[in-house]
T-cell receptor, first 108, second 114 residues
Framework: RKEVEQDPGPFNVPEGATVAFNCTYS??????FFWYRQDCRKEPKLLMS???SGNEDGRFTAQLNRASQYISLLIRDSKLSDSATYLC?????????FGAGTTVTVRA | NAGVTQTPKFQVLKTGQSMTLQCAQD?????MYWYRQDPGMGLRLIYY???????DKGEVPNGYNVSRLNKREFSLRLESAAPSQTSVYFC?????????????FGSGTQLSVL
């Protein structure tokens, strides 16, 4: 079983829509959680950390559910520029595990 | 601000050839990493260097060697390239202690081994 699993998508949504997707992780001792964004053929960039109580950064909301071992990312009022692959990253003991990514395509 | 710079951007090798991927960062980070990214898989750690003078194996080190030349530079060498090493390679850096999980990546090297 992969340490971090994501629905690869693609999630095709119109501009202005809300899109949400999850990531599950297998190690219950995982300590920290992150979402990275990767544009096509570019390097990954940190989007946001995920805190236990949930957190927002503008139109982006991240949630953590430790009991069910998943994190989620919700994007409100989608923009064309949100089109990207979103990588779920989970920290164990001095190790980061990356999901394969969820692709989101926002259409005009 | 250059951040993390890696070269080359593209490379085609024949099986058995060798090459070195170069990486440099100007953020005064202690830790540096080499990852590979393959379709349908998450980034996998090849080697990392927690500080100048130290290197350690990651998940998939076989077929690779690294050198932490100084605090800024961390190179990855393929001694005898194999088709299984066809991949996109990313160098990254981070602070060693606080927020070491927040990685800054280079722009990647697309490597094809024929």
């Amino acid at each position: 079983r992969k340490e971090v699993e994501q629905d690869p998508g693609p999630f095709n949504v119109p501009e202005g829509a809300t899109v949400a997707f999850n990531c599950t992780y297998s190690n219950s001792a995982s300590q920290s959680f992150f979402w990275y964004r990767q544009d096509c053929r570019k390097e990954p960039k940190l989007l946001m950390s995920v805190y236990s109580s949930g957190n927002e950064d503008g139109r982006f909301t991240a949630q953590l559910n430790r009991a069910s071992q998943y994190i989620s990312l919700l994007i409100r009022d989608s923009k064309l520029s949100d089109s990207a692959t979103y990588l779920c990253v989970v920290r164990g003991d001095y190790k980061l595990s990356f999901g394969a990514g969820t692709t989101v395509t926002v259409r005009a | 601000n250059a951040g993390v710079t890696q070269t080359p951007k593209f490379q085609v090798l024949k099986t058995g050839q060798s090459m070195t991927l170069q990486c440099a960062q100007d953020m005064n980070h202690n830790s540096m990493y080499w990852y590979r990214q393959d379709p349908g898989m998450g980034l996998r750690l090849i080697y990392y260097s927690a500080s100048e003078g130290t290197t350690d194996k990651g998940e998939v080190p076989n077929g690779y060697n690294v050198s932490r030349l100084n605090k800024r530079e961390f190179s990855l060498r393929l001694e005898s390239a194999a088709p299984s090493q066809t991949s996109v390679y990313f160098c990254a850096s981070s602070q060693r202690d606080r927020e070491w999980e927040k990685l800054f990546f280079g722009s990647g090297t697309q490597l094809s081994v024929l």
